[in-house]
């Protein structure tokens, strides 16, 4: 994967910081935790705090590991403001869809980058569909499986992971990458198919109302 850039070391030590004060300071995690009761209230700045908080060290390291594998990927396409731009463009439309799913559930909650760094997870799969995880674990079969489980947590609903939110963070890093690289479509289209097949599942499952 070469080096890491600097902008990608700023996004890891800011989640990393946030976090561990977090798991430190109860008081500090559950002011600037996704909730929807303390959104609807007006504390929208929750819907971006959130995506820098992180329920445990696990959850932490899995997110910053997949933001090391495919952090690259778009950078060195699309460059820096672009790369910003979709982690942010994905933690915001994860967010929303958590949002969507959960806006009557007051009491709801839920921490983590997932739905930004499954944005840079898609933007980096469509730009380098050959990219490897440790040389050997394909990027878009990480991608798409990862996505498959989504789906299945969020049928499911037996556990306390933000399912919805990594998806959300997948759709806007998927939508945002072809606006910006549409040539994409003619290039890398069996992958463009591939990455969108577990998004169209996910919309059938809603108008059967399995979601």
Known sequence: MGDLHPVTI?????????????????????????????????????????????????HLLFNMLSLFFFANAVIYRLGVVNFVLIYITSLIVGNLLSYYFHKNEYHYSAVGASGAVMGIVYAGILLNPGLTINFFIPGWLFGVGYMIYTIYGMVKKNDNIGHDAHFGGAIGGYLITLFMAPSLL??????????????????????????
């Open 186 to 211: 003619q290039t890398s289209l069996l992958m463009v198919i591939i990455l969108a097949i577990p998004i169209v599942i996910l919309f059938v499952l809603i108008k059967m109302d399995k979601i």
């Open 10 to 58: 700023v996004i890891i030590i800011t989640n990393v910081l946030f976090s561990m004060k977090g798991f430190k300071d109860y008081s500090f995690f559950e002011k600037y935790k996704f909730n929807i009761g303390a959104i609807r209230r007006g504390e929208q700045i929750r819907m971006l705090s959130s995506a820098f908080l992180h329920a445990n060290t696990q």
